[in-house]
């Protein structure tokens, strides 16, 4: 069969359309040979093939085929009823990696944002499980410095001046520091500190406003706030605590093949590309 003709299965019931190159992946497998008449367990009828098998899981196992990746959704839980099917299909690269649910399983995500307002300054701290995602947050937000007379510290609007923009401070991989309001300096000028958070484009230079664009922020990133208490009374440190179920990066199976040969296949990480 030309590896461009279209090839209409139906699995348990479920059609599914695609061409032969697809099924041909991986030459070895019961799918390829179904294409040449070889497996009797596929028999066509009417221009299809038909296979009594589970269509839904089927078509886990046709994206694998065409994109060579592994990517479920965060509830699924039938690893072991698919790897079955892999291996009913002889795709048994899918089924090794399937038989690792720990590299497929999503993970539980923690993240805890402290913030304690002292005069005219509020002071952030971002505590994170998964040292990927601080670093995504701390590419998002951005602390614009300059210096202000006295009489317009409280105007909503930034100083004419030229904002000086900083990154914000990272004690470790798994945290970062930040502040805004404003600080006096000699005479009647004072340092003005604003935060913009991306993709909001506004610069805000009031605690709480800044404090409710975060939390706003992380609650459309897919977090859920689990709990708020204060840590301290004196220093009036409040404490947002966040999780989310984490999907793993997606693992890529790369197949080496010669002529005549079933194929060494490997699995790595696809990598994720920062900032988004």
Partial sequence: ????????????????????????????????????????????VNGEFFVDRDGTLFSYIMDFLRTLQVSLPTDFSDYQRLQREAEFYGLYPLADLLSQEH????????????????????????FGSCST???????????????????????????????VPLPVERPSHHD???????????????????????????KLINGTNVLGLLLDTLLKDGFRLISTRTVSSEEKVECYSFERMKRPAGLTVTVNQTPGSSGVAQAKRSQVQKGK
């Fill in 1 to 44: 069969m030309s590896s461009r003709e279209v090839v209409v299965l139906s699995v348990g019931g479920v059609r599914f359309v695609t061409r032969a190159s697809t099924l041909q992946q991986f030459p070895e497998s019961r799918l390829a040979r179904m294409l040449n008449d070889d497996d009797q367990e596929f028999k066509r």
């Fill in 103 to 126: 590299l497929l399983k999503p993970r539980l995500e923690i993240l805890e944002v402290r913030f304690s307002l002292q005069e005219m300054q509020a002071f952030f701290r971002i």
């Fill in 133 to 163: 995602t601080v670093e995504t947050l701390a590419e998002q937000i951005t602390v614009f410095t300059g210096q202000q007379s006295g009489q317009s510290w409280n105007s909503p609007f930034p100083s004419q001046k030229p904002l």
């Fill in 176 to 202: 970062m520091v930040f502040q805004c309001g404003t600080d006096y300096s000699a005479g009647d000028q004072f340092v003005a500190r604003y935060v913009s958070i991306k993709p909001d484009n506004r």
